[in-house]
């Protein structure tokens, strides 16, 4: 692995891997997440939530359609994704403790046949190639050391003609 994307990964791993991220979670409820705002009045929670139906529409989900998402968080993206468009969706990440809390939010959402999750970065994901039918990421492109690789990294892992 290049050294630079080795030295980003652990300092992204000591922050999120850490009593911070868990903080940020549960004062936002595990969406570190920007929202789309319909009026400046709107709480953050509706606008997050609107955020990622924009981006679920503009990828056309489908029921039944596998997504990989790089960087997920806690999941909570991953679950409103197969909970809204039935889709199943292996969501990867570098931080354990974030993996960890996202697999225990889906065991609890009682979804754990449509939301998986894998320790992968989304410079070399180590999926198959083709496999899937969109690859999301929401924000997490400012941590990405090397986006042109990140960016060839999702094309290799969609079909031709999917979403990213």
Known sequence: MDRAIAADQEAYRKFYDSAVSELLSAIWAGNLHMGLFDDAQ????????????????????????????????????????????GVSVLATNIA??????????????????????????????????????????????????DRRQVFSEARRVVRPRSRI
């Open 96 to 145: 354990e403790a974030q993996l960890k809390e996202g697999a225990e939010r889906v065991r609890l959402a009682g979804i754990s046949d449509k939301v998986r999750f894998a320790f992968a970065d989304y410079h070399d994901l180590g999926s198959e190639a083709e496999a899937y039918d969109c690859w999301w990421c929401q924000e997490a492109l400012l941590y990405a050391t």
């Open 42 to 85: 709107e709480l953050l929670a509706l606008a997050q939530l609107r955020a990622k139906d924009h981006m679920a529409r503009a990828a056309g989900l489908k029921p039944g359609q596998a997504v990989l998402e790089a960087a997920c968080g806690v999941g909570t993206s991953a679950i409103h994704l197969a909970r809204n468009y």
